[in-house]
């Protein structure tokens, strides 16, 4: 488009001066031009929610079983590196996920997990947090990260690099627009994979 503009203004006779005069040349040669929406862009974005509060539905699609499982909660994360998950349907159950460790809470039942221990849990909360918090360096690290769409709705995919976690996971689809994540889809390597939808809520 610039440089079409560019050869019309050379090629009438005296349109070029009368720009100049008008101080419209310059602006219509040197426009810069809009930047394409990227990854960098988008976790630039997230990285600004310090925040969020949101409820959810999640539906897993497990072979083995006739039926989909379908709970739903509420979710809560903080920045950097807190999140919890709060399941109310169909039973109560809570999993905080702070300080590198992983906590789950069941009626009574109450157990902790380093995350150190566990590198394929490490990688797939990674994938969570990582995203909430646009932590760019810390998905690269585990992930290849795909982008499509544009800012009003796009979709990041995340692919394992390393061979065992591909092993478990095959991708995990993030949808949202702008700065919000409306979606999260994980597909395993047993084909088993589960949808989450996720809606904003106010933050008390």
């Known amino acids: 488009m610039i440089d079409a503009l560019h050869l019309m203004i050379q090629s009438v ?3 070029k001066a009368w720009l100049a005069r008008a101080g419209l040349l310059l602006s219509l040669c040197c426009a810069p031009a809009h930047a394409a929406w990227d990854v960098a862009q988008l ?6 929610n310090k925040s969020s509060r949101a409820s959810f539905v999640e539906t897993k699609y497990i072979s083995l079983l006739d039926q989909p499982i379908e709970s739903s909660g509420e979710l809560l994360y903080t920045a950097p590196d807190r999140l919890e998950k ?12 702070e300080n590198g460790s992983l906590t789950v809470e069941r009626g009574k039942r ?5 995350l150190q221990d566990y590198p394929e849990l490490v990688a797939f ?4 947090r990582g995203t909430l918090a646009g932590d760019t360096v810390a998905l690269k690290r585990i992930y290849k990260l795909e982008l499509e769409g544009s800012e009003e709705r796009w979709t990041l995919t995340l692919r394992p690099i390393e061979t065992k976690m591909g092993g478990v996971v095959q ?5 949202g627009s702008r700065a919000d994540v409306k979606s999260i889809e994980i597909e395993q390597a047993d084909k088993d994979r589960s949808v989450m939808l996720i809606a904003p809520l106010a933050t008390p």
């Open 86 to 97: 709060r399941t109310l349907k169909p039973r109560p159950e809570s999993l905080l996920i």
């Open 110 to 114: 109450r157990m902790v997990l380093r």
């Open 43 to 48: 976790m630039q974005g997230l990285a600004q």
């Open 125 to 128: 909360t990674e994938s969570i």
């Open 13 to 15: 006779p005296g349109l």
């Open 171 to 175: 991708r995990i689809r993030i949808g």
